[in-house]
């Protein structure tokens, strides 16, 4: 499968500490650059000679709901295209939650999409880092909507993820916040990310490695009860392990692009700077040094530098190919960044301590799709 992102527009009705948009603003990705962009992954997947010829469409903002006529459009558009060129369309959106009406569940249940809102816990953990344009706080914004979501899940029988970014601010609280989601929001699909306009250093990884062994265990004792939920964030690592060896394995660059809303083309939402671009889908043959560099690490049948080559981890490791933190923290994209790979070994160390009774709950419950 390939998934191109697609950056619908940079409006956004609230204004999130963390969020990697700086500058948000009235713009709309026009609907000539969204047609080429359906355009730009059709090539690109037929390019590849794919046998399973799939595209997830993502569509993010700013907040993407504030531009919901141009996302039909680009359903509307994708869905033509493909039955034309034999290539399938599934479609992904991220929101902060705060829109929801009977309109937008029904075009999302007719159109199978997958859903992902926004939100970092609580009234007072969320409206630390999420509040609206005027300063106040988004929880009691999202709650009112989540009566669309619990429809949506029985209607379609698929998960809608609650996804929270983890911050200086809110670490130290996350292990309440994800029973909170689980017991007081009866959510079943949680993930997590990190705030990485932030150092993280080594004593706070190793706090929130801790907090992360809380959190299996908690998972583990909540497995065939009421309380049984999908921890993402944990799914992402148990397939770590699991999967083949990969020198680079992110896929940012060859079987994932992020699409701005002018056009140019990028790796991933955190590599959003002019030299890191890849090149742009409103022009032909537009592709960038730096999209030929991606394209040679790739090329490599074996990870290129000592550190990774000696490290226990690395057979399963899935943070030494992310090109941007790399580039960021060292000026290479072959050299991991020293806080991934800090982070991946005290996670790692927890995995596998619990990793077959892990294994062994999700083969015995069932998991609604996600």
Request: one cysteine or more; hydrophobic letters at 35%.
């Amino acid at each position: 499968m390939m998934r191109i992102t697609l950056e619908i527009n940079r409006k956004c009705n609230l204004r999130c500490n963390y969020c990697y948009i700086t500058e948000k603003n009235d713009e709309e990705m026009s609907w000539e650059t969204a047609k080429n962009s359906v355009e730009f992954a059709i090539n690109k997947i037929k390019d590849m000679n794919h046998t399973k010829r799939v595209i997830r469409i993502d569509f993010l903002g700013g907040e993407p709901l504030l531009s919901f006529d141009l996302i039909r459009r680009v359903v509307e558009y994708s869905r033509k295209r493909g039955e034309k060129e034999k290539v399938k369309f599934n479609y992904a959106l991220t929101t902060n939650g705060t829109i929801f009406d009977k309109e937008l569940l029904d075009f999302f249940v007719e159109n199978k999409f997958s859903l992902k809102i926004s939100l970092d816990g609580n009234p007072d953990i969320n409206d630390m880092d999420r509040k609206t344009i005027t300063g106040a706080g988004s929880y009691y914004l999202v709650e009112k909507n989540l009566q669309y979501i619990k429809e949506y899940e029985r209607r379609t029988d698929k998960l809608v993820q609650v996804s929270s970014v983890l911050t200086h601010n809110n670490y130290k609280s996350y292990y309440s916040t994800l029973k909170f989601f689980v017991e007081q929001l009866g959510v079943k699909y949680i993930d997590l990310g990190f705030n990485s306009n932030e150092i993280w250093g080594e004593s706070e990884i190793r706090k929130i490695t801790k907090i992360f062994e809380e959190i299996i265990l908690y998972f583990i004792n909540c497995a065939g009860t009421p309380n049984e939920f999908v921890f993402g964030f944990l799914e992402d690592k148990i397939k770590g392990i699991d999967n083949i060896y990969r020198p680079y394995s992110c896929g940012a660059g060859i079987l994932s692009f992020y699409i701005s809303y002018s056009g140019n083309y990028f790796l991933c939402p955190a590599s959003l700077k002019d030299e890191y671009c890849l090149g742009d889908v409103n022009a032909k043959h537009s592709e960038t040094d730096f999209m030929k560099l991606i394209k040679k690490a790739y090329g490599m049948k074996r990870v290129q530098n000592k550190k990774c080559q000696l490290c226990k981890m690395e057979p399963y490791c899935t943070v030494k190919g992310c090109f941007i933190n790399n580039l960021l923290e060292n000026n290479s994209i072959i050299v991991p960044s020293n806080s991934l790979c800090t982070r991946k070994k005290l996670f790692g160390e927890i995995i596998k301590k619990y990793y077959f009774e892990i294994k062994d709950i999700k083969k015995k419950f069932a998991y609604i799709a996600i």
